[in-house]
């Protein structure tokens, strides 16, 4: 079954904020390094951002200064601030670790409007 599940994602404006959510069934500092991936419309899957087990964070160049990765061990969960949204932003936002990943989830879905 699902390992880590996403969460949070909507409809906004360009400009505006989302804060996406991944939960783990268990300890997420177990599980080590999680990345945030998103997948647009007839697009290959990319990297967003990266927080290790030691809460080191990375991002893809185009979301730095706008997305924050971060982890809650206490709640098992993996967060990603995004503000400043834009339109290229749109798409399915996917969580997963990076040592032997687990099998994809479904995502949350995340639209940025003009």
């Known amino acids: 079954q699902v390992r880590l599940v996403e969460s949070g994602g909507g409809l906004v404006q360009a400009g505006g904020s989302l804060t996406l959510s991944c939960t783990a069934s268990g300890s997420i500092d177990s599980i080590g390094a999680v990345t945030w991936y998103r997948q647009a419309p007839g697009k290959e899957r990319e990297w967003v951002a990266i927080v290790t087990g030691r809460g080191t964070s990375s991002y893809e160049d185009s979301v730095k200064g706008r997305f924050t990765i971060s982890r809650d061990n206490a709640k098992s969960t993996v967060y990603l601030q995004m503000n400043s949204l834009k339109p290229e932003d749109t798409g399915v936002y996917y969580c997963?670790?990076?040592?032997?990943?687990?099998?994809w989830g479904q995502g949350t879905q995340v639209t940025v409007s003009s």
């Open positions: 997963n670790r990076n040592f032997n990943p687990y099998p």
